[in-house]
């Protein structure tokens, strides 16, 4: 599904006559991690009327008692309640605490009841598993952060997970990726709702593209569900991994799980969110990224130590994974560089450079904490961020003292860097 494919229209129900569609609820959780949370607040909370963006009103909500301790240790207090979501036209999820822990029986009920009366559901990055437990996701298309991704599909097998896009538009009900696909996702909602120029207004504010092309593609790491160690086909992925530079298929690692083909293609489905002929070929275009950027080996040769079976292959995969030729990539990495560094390139989170792991464990059940570092560029902080529209403002407090002030962010827009291939420029 394209990220900005309009919206069916029998997937749109009447707006309730109390809910007003200018007013945006939030829900928050404890547990939560402050960053995707703030993402709506900043979005939508804040008045811009000056810079040409519409107005929202906004509802911050506790989805059950607080106070509400996230990242940090810092504590919020939010001015409503789950029965302000009544007046909401659109609801946002912006993070859950857990993907293996259900949410709270009163707060899906609030996201039905909301869903039922023509509300917009969204869920930002692991929001997605809160929709997926009250059973709005239920035969849609959705999306969730890439690492979560395998785990969304296992514990919800009637969800149609794509975790190659950075949001997914199903009309009524919307998605995101992780993190910085959260600000995609919400400016996605204000074009939607105001038009392209109002987005690119917000955007400039933000000082983030007004939209980003491409998917998750590019962030993919090779690790898989840890609970995936248990499985018998854990020997199979592994040796799949330590063997990449040799031409297999998927029928030869289904002959080495013992199974046919269609019993291998549905257990490996089932395990990992992905068919196993994408997820290798996803691998072999990994593999050749990272000798691409550490070696100086030519393309055909990149291709060979992959696995592929022509550089004409390399080249189709990888532009279709990363939007870009090989050679263009490996020049544009180079070319970012520091002068006289002869370590690894220094750069932003679109480009991963994961490590083959010695043990094919390490391999499956690493980086779950991995990509969800913060997006630079975003105004205004955490402060403004919590500046509601409607009532009070949430109360930002830190247990024991007052906050410390966090580390800047590095600039990935630093001018006179070429930007690499399908990494957002400045704008």
Known sequence: MSQDSAAPEAAVRKLSGRRR????????????????????????????????????????????????????????????????????GTVVVPAWRSITSPPPPEALEALRRAHEEGARIVGLCTGAFVLAAAGLLDGRPATTHWMYAPTLAKRYPSVHVDPRELFVDDGDVLTSAGTAAG???????????????????????????????????????????????????????????????????????????????RTFDRRFRSLTGSAPLQ?????????????????????????????????????????RQLGSSPAAYRAAYRARRPQGDGGPALLDAAVPVAQVPAQAQAGMGAGMGAGMGSMPGMSGGMPGAMQAQAGPPPVLRRPGGPMEPGKPASDAFTPGRPALPGQRSAP
């Open 279 to 319: 997820w290798l070929i996803t691998q072999r275009v990994l593999q050749a990224q990272r000798l691409l950027e550490t070696s100086d080996y030519s393309v055909d040769e990149v291709a060979g130590r992959c696995g592929f079976r022509s550089p004409v292959a390399l080249r189709g995969h990888f532009r």
């Open 21 to 88: 569609r200018e007013v945006v609820a939030v829900l928050l959780f404890s547990g939560g991690p402050i960053f995707e949370s703030s993402i709506p607040l900043s979005v939508f909370g804040i008045d811009r009327q000056d810079a040409g963006v519409p107005r929202y009103r906004l509802l911050v909500c506790a989805g059950e008692e607080g106070p509400l301790r996230t990242t940090g240790g810092l504590e919020l207090s939010a001015p409503y309640g789950l029965e302000a979501i009544s007046r909401a």
């Open 183 to 261: 600000i995609d996702l919400c400016l996605h909602i204000v074009r939607t709702d105001h038009g392209t120029e109002a987005a690119g207004a917000l955007a400039r504010r933000l000082v983030v593209p007004p939209r980003r092309s491409g998917g998750q593609e590019r962030y993919l790491d090779r690790s898989l569900p840890e609970e995936i160690g248990a499985d018998p086909l854990a020997e199979v992925v592994a040796w799949a991994l330590e063997h990449l530079h040799e031409q297999f298929d998927v029928e030869t690692l289904a002959a080495r799980a013992y199974m046919s083909r």
